[in-house]
């Protein structure tokens, strides 16, 4: 970071080294032009600088502040990619000392139930005297193109016969497979819970600790005891799941294999009811999803709850919400009952976001302006109440906040970003203060917080109007107090 200030900086000094040409000439030709005026007139040009002279120190005062500020921009401007410059090397990098969130845009699946029963099919073949040769030859294989494969999972039994009609041979395979059909869910009730970290908190960029409960009810819908199976699909883009637990009936099921998901199997009475949970915690980020529409099965009664501290958006052609229920500083809470209904739509969530980098771009982008704003603001606040206010003060304060400025840059690589930002401001304002005194307080904070409104993610415009209507009331006159006559 040093080193890459350095470059910026020498890179400044050479674009201002190309100001100062065209500079030297305005100043030679008028240096040329008082000399000429000597020569002709001594007398005229003495009088003049006499008049002049007072006037002209005093110009000069205020060309020294306004290289102090030139030279405050420069170094802001040093300090934005310097910082930009590191924070993206530390992205780019192959290792890292701080955790990247775990999971990405998650998708969760909707679970399904199905009962297994078996049917048994019979496929029957005659085959002519000549076919009895290559069955000799090759046995049973002989077949395999008009048969279909035996070897699929689902085949409970298969069994093959022969029997003679006159000189044909008929083969007969009757092949047993387990079937799972379709249980509706009589009750589907998720609940989400989203809690959103912003880069400043921690991480690089937002991401959410999701908390996930689903609770499911269905019934055997058979005369008798049936086999049942239950199928939890594990969420796409999830990362690590942490937390996670099965329960059956209120009994905790282990799980050894997860290549189809959590699955429970059981066999459930004629007509009785079975309920499991569902529970993790998950990392994700940018969106949460729920497919309903991969089933396109009746739902019964669904509800799904999702509470978010962080305003979401609809995918296009997604489940909109039955109900909002939202406050300005609480979380949101958005709600999905559904009754009875086939659906082609998945409840699909996305959320605005932020990176560390992006937010510090932002900072040190508006640091600059926030500076000239405040040296005309602190003229002007001199200038409603009678101050006096020199150049000289003028140039030390506009120097004392380049370095508060650029020491919350440097700090941002040592401590969390909010205090950085702090400690540097207040460095702005105690400067500030010892140069031009208390009386210049208001206007020195609100300059030094103009830039820290954009570490309040997607508040920072309503925070820099409040910045500027303060700012703005403390010019107003004050109205004259009037005493009734007596």
Known sequence: MVQFALDSFLSALR????LLVPLGIVLGGFLVTLLVLAILDRERPRRWLDHAG?????????????????LG?????????????????????????????????????????????ERTYTRTLTLPPQFLDRLGEDGVGALTPYLTDPSSESIERLVDTFRRSGRDVVFTREATLLV??????????????????????????????????????????????ASVRFV???????GTLSNFELLADGQPVQITNLDRGAVWEGTVAAGASVSLVVRYRNQGARAWSYQLAARREPIANFDLTVKADRAAKFARFSLFPTSTASS????????????DVITAQNVSLTFSGASLRETLAKVFAFAPAALLVGAAFVLAWAWRRGLSLSPVAS????????????LAGVLTAYMNVIVA??????????LGVVVLGRRFLVPLVLTAAAPLAFLATGHAGLLLTVLGALAFSTLLPRPRSTTPRG
């Open 15 to 18: 674009d201002l080294s190309g």
């Open 54 to 70: 007072p006037t002209l120190r005093r110009l000069g005062g205020w060309l020294l502040v306004a290289l102090s500020l030139f």
């Open 73 to 117: 921009v420069v170094a802001l401007r040093v300090t934005r990619h310097a910082v930009d410059a590191r924070i993206s090397t530390l992205q780019n990098a192959r290792a890292s000392t701080e955790a990247d969130p775990s999971g990405g845009e998650t998708v969760q699946p909707a679970p399904t139930a199905t009962y297994i029963s």
């Open 180 to 225: 799972e059909d379709p249980i509706r869910f009589d009750t589907s009730n998720v609940n989400v819970d989203l809690a959103f970290v912003d880069p400043l908190q921690g991480g690089r960029q937002t991401y959410y600790n999701a908390r996930f409960e689903g609770r499911y009810a269905f019934r055997n819908p058979l005369q008798e005891p």
């Open 232 to 238: 939890f699909p594990l969420p796409y883009g999830s």
């Open 328 to 339: 300005f500083a609480g979380p949101s809470t958005l709600r999905w009952q559904l009754k």
């Open 395 to 406: 140039g030390l304060t506009v120097l004392g906040f380049t370095l508060g400025f650029v």
């Open 421 to 430: 930002g702090l400690l540097g401001a207040a460095l702005a304002v105690g």
